[in-house]
T-cell receptor, first 115, second 114 residues
Framework: KAGVTQTPRYLIKTRGQQVTLSCSPI?????VSWYQQTPGQGLQFLFE???????NKGNFPGRFSGRQFSNSRSEMNVSTLELGDSALYLC??????????????FGPGTRLTVL | AQSVTQLGSHVSVSEGALVLLRCNYS??????LFWYVQYPNQGLQLLLK??????LVKGINGFEAEFKKSETSFHLTKPSAHMSDAAEYFC????????????FGKGTTLSVSS
């Protein structure tokens, strides 16, 4: 079974632009979560989608948004990019998404650089 | 609010030596606890997790961890380090009982020397 895939793997943008990152979960997985990883702040939870609905949300500004499609694929969007948005963005999927014990499987991430 | 503290941002061991990576958590409810490993330029891979039941959890690659509620700890150990164990290790707790929203520690980089 194929793992979690994220596209693109690398991205360079300038301040003020917007960006869309894509995540395809493991086949049959219904929950998709997004995380931001930076050297200073570490790994931080952005949001989780389950059955096309945002179920959990982290403490990020409204510039960060996401959505999930009926096939469970997910996208996240960052508008009005800032230098501090430079990070590795990780997507993770879980099979049932019904509880806190679910194992999340991570993709390789998208490395976003904002100039 | 839940939080995770990993003691020691960098741990160095010799090949064949015991590996001990420390993790303490704070949680107002019984936690679900996880250890993940990250190799350079890769995503995270689950080593093991504690949900309920047996407090000694065995994971992949010879790693194990023991959940100690009285000490609010979930330390990761491996009896004998291998060069391939060099990576960054993250302890995490699930923030929400009804979903998958992990709170991670700051991570511990493990170096293994020959």
């Amino acid at each position: 079974k194929a793992g979690v895939t994220q596209t693109p793997r690398y991205l360079i943008k300038t301040r003020g632009q917007q960006v869309t990152l894509s995540c395809s979960p493991i086949s049959g997985h219904r929950s998709v979560s997004w995380y931001q990883q930076t050297p200073g702040q570490g790994l931080q939870f952005l949001f989780e989608y389950f059955s096309e609905t945002q179920r959990n949300k982290g403490n990020f500004p409204g510039r960060f948004s996401g959505r999930q499609f009926s096939n469970s694929r997910s996208e996240m969007n960052v508008s009005t990019l800032e230098l501090g948005d430079s990070a590795l963005y990780l997507c993770a999927s879980s099979a049932q998404g019904t509880g806190g014990a679910d194992t999340q499987y991570f993709g390789p991430g998208t490395r976003l650089t904002v100039l | 609010a839940q939080s995770v503290t990993q003691l020691g941002s960098h741990v160095s061991v010799s090949e064949g030596a015991l590996v001990l990576l420390r993790c303490n958590y704070s949680s107002s409810v019984p936690p679900y606890l996880f250890w993940y490993v990250q190799y350079p330029n890769q995503g995270l891979q689950l080593l093991l997790k504690y949900t309920t039941g047996a407090t000694l959890v065995k994971g992949i690659n010879g790693f194990e961890a023991e959940f100690k509620k009285s000490e609010t700890s979930f330390h990761l150990t491996k009896p004998s380090a291998h060069m391939s164990d060099a990576a960054e290790y993250f302890c995490a707790v699930n923030r929400n009982q009804a979903g998958t929203a992990l709170i991670f520690g700051k991570g511990t980089t493990l170096s293994v020397s020959s």
